[in-house]
């Protein structure tokens, strides 16, 4: 279960699933706000997450 950094509505399942070096990342497209997040796992555990930018480059998240 994940939650949208943004407005906190709650997603089971990830829109996109990938290897990214040592992370396995998950894309999220919020159905409630429409904004997209990406959530970085290292051996299962979240490290980050990157979330658009107003330039629309990616700002990262400190995992909780
Ligand atoms: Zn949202």
Redesign the pocket.
């Known amino acids: 279960m994940s939650k ?6 709650e ?1 089971v399942t990830p829109s996109k699933e990938w290897r990214y070096s040592v992370f396995d990342v998950k894309s999220f497209r ?6 997209w ?1 990406r959530e970085y796992y290292y051996r299962g555990v979240l490290k980050f997450i990157l979330v658009p930018s107003e330039k629309g480059r990616a700002r990262k998240f400190e995992g909780r």
């Open positions: 949208c950094p943004f407005c906190g509505f997603l919020c159905p409630n706000c429409g904004r997040f």
